[in-house]
């Protein structure tokens, strides 16, 4: 963990760094440009990565991973002007805390495109930072990254933020990283949408 916990510092700090890099570039455009190789302006944050080092979030990674919704993940959080990406990435206990007719439903969906519509759901194509976020609450239902079908409801309670499906209700914790065009938070549960749990 301790491990981990480094290695996620080393690659905040790299970003950091060639993020100032960047900054130093912009603030000073008459400067000579360096005669050795200049740093790339453009960092990208590897989402597998990132959910591998913070968290636990396996569960979740696992399942982006098998359907390669990471792929669909990645290039928008790659592509700077297509709005960015907000991703809420449920804690592998909020897996384990599944009821069991939903863990069996869950389970059930590994053949069909419907895993990847529950994945995808826990996703908007575009960049919230928190105080964004909050303001969603106003345009409810809003359309999540596995379309306009599947929404989710955005409630803010004196400052708690809660996503609302039709059979859950979870709330945003920590910050998991927030500098646009990606943003990844904490939830609390599985976000479980009408289309594909029917029943309780
Ligand atoms: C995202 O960008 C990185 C760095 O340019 C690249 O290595 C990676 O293949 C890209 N991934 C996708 C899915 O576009
Ligand atoms: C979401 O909000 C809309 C608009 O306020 C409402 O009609 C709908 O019933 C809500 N859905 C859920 C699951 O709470």
Redesign the pocket.
Same mark, same amino acid.
Not at 8 to 20: E, G, M, V, W, Y
Not at 111 to 134: D, I, P, T
């Given at each position: 963990m301790v491990f981990k916990k480094l290695i996620f510092t080393t690659a905040i700090l790299a970003i950091a760094l060639s993020a100032s890099a960047v900054a130093d570039k912009t603030k000073n455009p008459s400067a000579p440009s360096s005669p050795i190789h200049p740093p790339s302006p453009v960092y990208h944050v590897d989402l597998a990565v990132l959910l591998n080092v913070a968290g636990p979030f396996q569960t979740f990674l696992n399942y982006l991973q098998k359907t390669n919704v990471i792929e669909t993940f990645q290039s928008q959080a790659n592509n700077t002007k297509a709005g960015g990406i907000t991703i809420l990435v449920p804690r592998d206990s909020a897996f384990a805390a599944l009821k069991k007719k939903k863990k069996r439903t869950l389970g059930r969906l590994s053949k069909r495109g419907q895993l990847k519509s529950l994945l995808l759901y826990h996703a908007f194509r575009k960049f919230y930072s928190l105080g964004e976020f909050s303001k969603l609450s106003r345009r &409810?239902?809003v359309a999540t990254f596995a379309g306009s079908r599947y929404t989710l &409801?955005v409630t803010n309670d004196i400052g708690t933020i809660w996503v609302?499906?039709?059979w859950s209700n979870a709330k945003i914790g920590s910050t998991v990283y927030a500098t646009a065009p990606v943003a990844v938070y904490e939830v609390d549960k599985v976000l479980l949408p009408k289309q594909i749990f029917r029943s309780e």
């Amino acid at each position: 963990m301790v491990f981990k916990k480094l290695i996620f510092t080393t690659a905040i700090l790299a970003i950091a760094l060639s993020a100032s890099a960047v900054a130093d570039k912009t603030k000073n455009p008459s400067a000579p440009s360096s005669p050795i190789h200049p740093p790339s302006p453009v960092y990208h944050v590897d989402l597998a990565v990132l959910l591998n080092v913070a968290g636990p979030f396996q569960t979740f990674l696992n399942y982006l991973q098998k359907t390669n919704v990471i792929e669909t993940f990645q290039s928008q959080a790659n592509n700077t002007k297509a709005g960015g990406i907000t991703i809420l990435v449920p804690r592998d206990s909020a897996f384990a805390a599944l009821k069991k007719k939903k863990k069996r439903t869950l389970g059930r969906l590994s053949k069909r495109g419907q895993l990847k519509s529950l994945l995808l759901y826990h996703a908007f194509r575009k960049f919230y930072s928190l105080g964004e976020f909050s303001k969603l609450s106003r345009r &409810n239902p809003v359309a999540t990254f596995a379309g306009s079908r599947y929404t989710l &409801n955005v409630t803010n309670d004196i400052g708690t933020i809660w996503v609302k499906s039709a059979w859950s209700n979870a709330k945003i914790g920590s910050t998991v990283y927030a500098t646009a065009p990606v943003a990844v938070y904490e939830v609390d549960k599985v976000l479980l949408p009408k289309q594909i749990f029917r029943s309780e």
